[in-house]
């Protein structure tokens, strides 16, 4: 692999932590040395992850490899989506006003709400009872 075309960048998303590598390619992408259809069986997953390559038309210009620890399938997904936005920014800051446009520049702020002492989650109260 040749590292001085290659860019790096990382994207989060809950607890999820996606480092992404884009070298010049055909449009392969491997997450944790698994093909994108056996890693992400879900097509929603695999259609986040695709967004930026898609909008910017790089689809078939980079080849992406990536690894994902933490969260579940749909964050990840969206932690990879985040990575991949930055790494694109990095080659053409050019695609920056379409990305942010798009809202895929931003880390998606919202994580799961901590449970409160004296409830039963975050939200939800312990049932009452008058007798």
Same mark, same amino acid.
């Given at each position: 692999?040749?590292?001085?075309?290659?860019?790096?960048?990382?994207? &989060?998303?809950?607890?999820a932590?996606?480092?992404?590598?884009?070298?010049?390619?055909?449009?392969?992408i491997?997450?944790?040395?698994?093909?994108?259809?056996?890693?992400?069986?879900?097509?929603?997953?695999?259609?986040?992850?695709?967004?930026?390559?898609?909008l910017?038309?790089?689809?078939?210009?980079?080849d992406?490899?990536?690894t994902?620890?933490?969260?579940?399938?749909?964050?990840?997904?969206?932690?990879?989506?985040?990575?991949?936005?930055?790494?694109?920014? &990095?080659?053409?800051?050019?695609?920056?006003?379409?990305?942010?446009?798009?809202?895929?520049?931003?880390?998606?702020p919202?994580? &799961?709400?901590?449970?409160?002492?004296?409830?039963?989650?975050?939200?939800?109260?312990?049932?009452?009872?008058?007798r």
């Amino acid at each position: 692999m040749n590292t001085s075309n290659t860019v790096y960048a990382t994207g &989060k998303r809950k607890s999820a932590v996606a480092k992404t590598w884009l070298t010049p390619g055909n449009g392969t992408i491997i997450v944790n040395k698994k093909a994108l259809e056996d890693y992400f069986p879900i097509a929603t997953c695999r259609t986040i992850l695709k967004q930026p390559l898609v909008l910017t038309n790089n689809e078939n210009k980079f080849d992406v490899r990536i690894t994902v620890l933490g969260g579940g399938t749909t964050g990840q997904a969206g932690a990879v989506r985040h990575g991949i936005t930055r790494a694109l920014m &990095k080659v053409d800051p050019d695609l920056r006003p379409i990305l942010k446009k798009a809202g895929f520049v931003k880390r998606d702020p919202r994580a &799961k709400e901590r449970k409160k002492y004296g409830q039963k989650g975050a939200r939800a109260r312990f049932q009452f009872s008058k007798r």
